[in-house]
């Protein structure tokens, strides 16, 4: 238990569905990352959102939408995702320019 | 920008000591982690350097050159739950960890 939790562990969507990953901490951090992480690739940082503002967004495509309202959790809104967006999701957490973060136990998608 | 190089993989044997290095171009720094990550779990916290030196805790160890850009990770008593990806990465103070591609360690019998 690293005190950030993911839902869904596993997520099977269609190319035209629209889905939602969810992500919880329980550590009274500030900041909230997502990163994605696909095989033989280094972790992607996809978005950053410090004290609820998103602060980076690293060329992603607007098919992944990020959502803020709180500092406890976060949620990563997916629509007409392409195969290749097939990976694993990992949410974490960290005080604002901490030297640690803290992540999830990952959300693994798979689009057909 | 900034980037980090580790090996690919690296297989050792049981009650051995492996040394997994990690060197790291960036335009600012404050400290160099590690994180392991077992297959299908989440990347976990192992040790942080700011400072040049060895920080010990238990079996693992860290180490850190400032002026070489370089540190490792060393794990002595290797056991076989060792088998997991250790990643290196660097914070630069304003911008969030950047990463390394991850070592695959393989520990056999």
């Known amino acids: 238990e690293t005190g950030v939790t993911q839902t869904p562990r596993h997520l099977v969507m269609g190319m035209t569905n629209k889905k939602s990953l969810k992500c919880e901490q329980h550590?009274?951090?500030?900041?909230m990352y997502w990163y994605k992480q696909s095989a033989k690739k280094p972790l992607e940082l996809m978005f950053v959102y410090s004290l609820e503002e998103r602060v980076e967004n690293n060329s992603v495509p607007s098919r992944f939408s990020p959502e803020c309202p709180n500092s406890s959790h976060l949620f990563l809104h997916l629509h007409t995702l392409q195969p290749e967006d097939s990976a694993l999701y990992l949410c974490a957490s960290s005080q604002r320019h901490g030297n640690t973060i803290y992540f999830g136990e990952g959300s693994w998608l798979t689009v057909v | 920008g900034q980037s980090l190089e580790q090996p690919s993989e690296v297989t050792a044997v049981e009650g051995a000591i492996v040394q997994i290095n990690c060197t790291y171009q960036t335009s600012g720094f404050y400290g160099l982690s590690w994180y392991q990550q077992h297959d299908g779990g989440a990347p976990t916290f192992l040790s942080y350097n700011a400072l040049d030196g060895l920080e010990e805790t238990g079996r693992f160890s860290s180490f850190l050159s400032r002026s070489d850009s370089y540190g490792y990770l060393l794990l002595q008593e290797l056991q076989m739950k060792d088998s997991a990806s250790y990643f290196c990465a660097v914070n630069s103070g304003n911008t969030p960890l950047v990463f390394g591609k991850g070592t695959r360690l393989s520990v056999i019998a």
């Open positions: 550590l009274g951090h500030n900041a």
